[in-house]
């Protein structure tokens, strides 16, 4: 299969580029692309071999000493054309920000599987790459149903929305794995894991003071300095619960965040006789992502293996939202509509940046929040489209860049 990787230089991006790389017999690169790591993309150039680069910067990418044979991108559009060439199969989205959900919109469009971790294209964009992973889908089972006619095949019943839009976070890779083979109809409420961050147990009082260092001080896993600080407050499991409703078609209602300290347990699903199905593992992203690159088949990962009995015990508890406001900000939000959410997302970017850089307080992160999508959340009647909701964005984070 024939990869483009959007956000190569991140944490998800270099994983992803790892687990392309154990996997040489099915997977060939063939585009890169990032913001600004000139040195970092030269180097994966050499190792893949990719038949085009792309950076943000025009002067930057033309700067790039690059093997022979790889062409250069940049520019508006530019990753728009790379995810709709005759030559990609899958797109591997490990981008943050709104700017993603043009890339993700132009792939689906061209008939390309998507392998996500951007938020945003959930968050914002839900109700606009939904209906899109849906169509390949219901595409796919009816040429599958006609063609297979005279054979007298079945239908695969594997054949959905999440073989075209493919979650990485581990959360919705765990729900994922649980609901293959399972009936939608059979679903009584899914349960999102969190670990609880680093002041899970800490005095409340004490949150007022926390620093930057403090927050990003994860217990359980090793992430990039934004979705620690979002694991810290529960904001992200907040962002989960909406792109759970898209992903997976069920009401605010059925979804519910678990505090599981250990990690281990990366999230489950409870089904109308009572039974839980969960999937555990290690906490190791390069398992969420190689599902996503090989789904429906597994193979051999170089994360450890989970050992339940290294792990020990295994705990759960409610969250509690007194303690972490962002998580019920996020829920109301997310059933207020997309553009709450998305003026949720937006906000959630500059605050986290205000807090790393010292022009925010921890708490300040949820008030936040809370006014912009206090301001933001209305607007005009029906759903957002694309334009609407990156004009959106930018008025969201002037907004953000000075709230208090």
């Known amino acids: 299969?024939?990869?483009?990787?959007?956000?190569?230089?991140?944490?998800?991006?270099?994983q992803a580029a790892e687990v392309l790389g154990d996997m040489p017999d099915a997977f060939t690169i063939v585009a890169l692309a990032t913001g600004s790591q000139a040195a970092l993309i030269e180097e994966q150039a050499r190792r893949f071999l990719p038949r085009v680069v792309a950076l943000a910067d025009e002067?930057?990418?033309a700067r790039l000493d690059l093997p022979r044979g790889v062409a250069r991108a940049a520019g508006d559009g530019a990753l728009e054309e790379i995810v709709a060439r005759e030559d990609v199969d899958l797109v591997l989205v490990a981008t943050g920000g709104?700017?993603?959900?043009?890339?993700?919109?132009?792939?689906?469009?061209a008939g390309?599987?998507?392998?996500?971790?951007?938020?945003?294209?959930?968050?914002?964009?839900?109700?606009?790459?939904?209906?899109?992973a849906r169509g390949l889908a219901d595409a796919r089972i009816a040429h599958r149903a006609?063609?297979?006619?005279?054979?007298?095949?079945?239908?695969?019943?594997?054949?959905?929305?999440?073989?075209?839009l493919r979650p990485i976070d581990s959360e919705h890779s765990a729900i994922w794995q649980c609901l293959v083979g399972e009936e939608h109809r059979s679903i009584a409420r899914l349960l999102?894991?969190?670990?609880?961050?680093?002041?899970?147990?800490?005095?409340?009082?004490?949150?007022?003071?926390?620093?930057?260092?403090?927050?990003?001080?994860?217990p359980t896993w090793r992430m990039g300095a934004k979705i620690t600080i979002d694991s810290a407050t529960l904001a992200n499991k907040g962002l989960e619960i909406i792109e759970a409703r898209w992903l997976y078609d069920v009401p605010f209602s059925a979804i519910s965040v678990v505090i599981h300290p250990q990690s281990v347990v990366h999230s489950a699903v409870q089904f109308v006789?009572?039974?839980?199905?969960?999937?555990?593992?290690?906490?190791?992203?390069?398992l969420p992502i190689q599902y996503a690159l090989t789904y429906p088949a597994r193979r051999p990962s170089p994360a450890a293996a989970a050992d339940l009995i290294a792990a020990g015990r295994l705990d759960f508890r409610a969250p509690d939202e007194k303690r972490f406001p962002a998580l019920r900000i996020a829920r109301e939000a997310g059933m207020?509509?997309?553009?709450?959410?998305?003026?949720?997302?937006?906000?959630?970017?500059?605050?986290v940046a205000r807090f790393l850089g010292g022009t925010l307080d921890f708490g300040g992160i949820p008030r936040v929040l809370g006014a912009a999508v206090e301001k933001f959340g209305a607007g005009e009647p029906g759903e957002p489209g694309l334009e609407e909701l990156i004009e959106l964005d930018a008025r969201v984070r002037a907004f953000a860049e000075i709230a208090q």
């Open 1 to 14: 299969m024939r990869v483009a990787l959007l956000g190569s230089g991140g944490s998800i991006g270099r």
């Open 59 to 61: 002067g930057a990418v």
């Open 98 to 109: 709104l700017v993603a959900l043009r890339s993700v919109i132009a792939a689906l469009r």
């Open 112 to 132: 390309k599987i998507v392998a996500t971790a951007n938020k945003e294209t959930l968050v914002a964009g839900g109700h606009l790459v939904m209906p899109l």
């Open 146 to 164: 006609t063609g297979s006619a005279a054979e007298g095949a079945t239908v695969d019943p594997l054949a959905s929305a999440l073989g075209w």
């Open 192 to 218: 999102l894991t969190a670990s609880g961050g680093p002041f899970l147990d800490a005095p409340v009082a004490d949150l007022a003071t926390v620093t930057p260092e403090r927050a990003l001080q994860h």
């Open 273 to 286: 006789d009572g039974s839980i199905k969960a999937q555990l593992g290690t906490p190791d992203m390069r």
């Open 336 to 351: 207020a509509g997309p553009r709450a959410s998305a003026a949720l997302i937006s906000a959630d970017e500059v605050a």
